[in-house]
C-alpha cells in the first residue's frame, strides 16, 4: 500500500535511537592516530620505495582522499593505504 506509513513495533524505537559504540569525537581521533601511524610507516621506507609507482597513490590515500572523505570513509581508505604500504614493503627495491 502505497501511502500508508510503517509504525514500530514496541520496544525497537528505544533501543534504535542509543548510540552504541565510541562517539564521533573519539572514532575521528582513532583515524587521525592510525593515519598517523600509516604515514610514518610509509616514511621510513621512503628512502628506498620512491621509486615504487605506488608510493605516491599511498601518499594520496593517506592525505588527499583521507582528508576529502566523510568520517564514515575514512577507516576504508586507511585499509586501502594499510593494503598498498604491505605491498611496498613485500616488493624488494628496484634498483
Do not use: C
Not at 621512503?46 to 570513509?73: C, E, W
Request: glycine fraction near 4%; proline fraction near 4%.
Amino acid at each position: 500500500m502505497a501511502g500508508r506509513k510503517r509504525t514500530l513495533k514496541s520496544g525497537t524505537a528505544g533501543s534504535a535511537a542509543l548510540p552504541t559504540g565510541k562517539s564521533f569525537r573519539q572514532r575521528y581521533d582513532d583515524l587521525e592516530v592510525s593515519r598517523t601511524q600509516l604515514l610514518a610507516r610509509l616514511e621510513r621506507h621512503m628512502k628506498v620505495i620512491r621509486t615504487h609507482p605506488s608510493a605516491k597513490r599511498a601518499l594520496k590515500l593517506l592525505n588527499d582522499t583521507f582528508r576529502s572523505a566523510s568520517v564514515a570513509q575514512r577507516a576504508a581508505i586507511l585499509q586501502a593505504a594499510e593494503w598498498l604500504i604491505s605491498l611496498i614493503e613485500m616488493t624488494p627495491p628496484m634498483i
